[in-house]
């Protein structure tokens, strides 16, 4: 029930974290969502997770968390975040058809905190399955990548992430996608979207808003304003001197439960 499962014999607990990380992208810059659908599908995410990662990420399968009361791994849509090289060649086609694409697709990262090694691995990734020239764009740190995120002057993906002020799926959707919000940085803009979000706020039970903000993340499929990448992993230990040991949504332990054997 608390998203940790427990290694028998080794006193060790692993779940996710209150977090998701994505590739950030203004759609009014890069407005084609087929060529988001595209990418998207080219992002083997297993692979990286596992090789880059060492399994201390977990491949998203929604824009939220599964620390997050109501999430759910099966919203309609979600697999555009299946690594699909042949669906993802179909699309790029289609979308180069619509709007030729030029130059290379760039992910920028902020040097200053060990983001090389993955934003290579998924640029390389990009390259291999769509045949085009995808590159990591270095910042030297994280005020010169958000002085030009907050400024609009990326033209192509960045790197971003989101930490949960609580476990509701609403601080996961609205600040990010809801048109004007705080953390809007892709500038996504969709009124049946903000739709959802206002009838989730409003809604009187969390099982009925949790529903609804599901039902939103369908339209965030379809138009894909970011692309969700993966979950952080928390791993938690404990002595064999005690028992009854979890950790709660915000990755502390529930102290209080503790019992000494």
């Not at 179909?90 to 697709?105: C, H, I, N, R, Y």
């Amino acid at each position: 029930d608390d998203g940790y499962t427990v290694t028998p014999d080794h006193q060790v607990l692993t779940g996710a974290e209150l977090s998701v990380y994505y590739l950030a992208i203004n759609v009014e810059k890069m407005p084609n969502k087929t060529l988001r659908h595209a990418i998207s599908l080219a992002i083997n995410r297993e692979e990286v997770t596992e090789k880059i990662f060492n399994k201390t990420r977990t491949p998203a399968k929604d824009f939220t968390t599964p620390v997050a009361e109501g999430y759910s791994a099966d919203i309609a849509g979600n697999d555009v975040l299946a690594y699909n090289p042949e669906k993802a060649k179909e699309l790029w086609a289609k979308a180069d058809e619509m709007s030729p694409f030029t130059g290379e697709f760039s992910i920028a990262y902020n040097a200053d905190g060990g983001h090389q090694g993955w934003v290579d691995a998924v640029a390389n990734s990009i390259k291999n399955t769509l045949g085009i020239e995808a590159v990591g764009n270095p910042y030297p740190d994280f005020k010169s990548l958000r002085d030009d995120i907050t400024n609009r002057t990326i033209s192509g993906a960045f790197r971003s992430g989101w930490q949960g002020d609580y476990p509701g799926l609403g601080n996961f959707l609205a600040p990010l996608y809801g048109t004007g919000g705080s953390s809007n940085d892709g500038d996504y803009s969709n009124p049946d979207f903000d739709a959802k979000l206002k009838e989730a706020a409003g809604a009187k039970t969390s099982e009925e808003s949790n529903a609804l903000y599901n039902q939103s993340q369908e339209t965030l499929f379809k138009d894909l304003p970011a692309i969700p990448l993966w979950y952080a992993n928390v791993t938690g230990g404990y002595s064999e001197n005690v028992s009854n040991v979890d950790f709660g949504w915000n990755t502390t332990p529930l102290y209080y439960k503790i019992t000494r054997k």
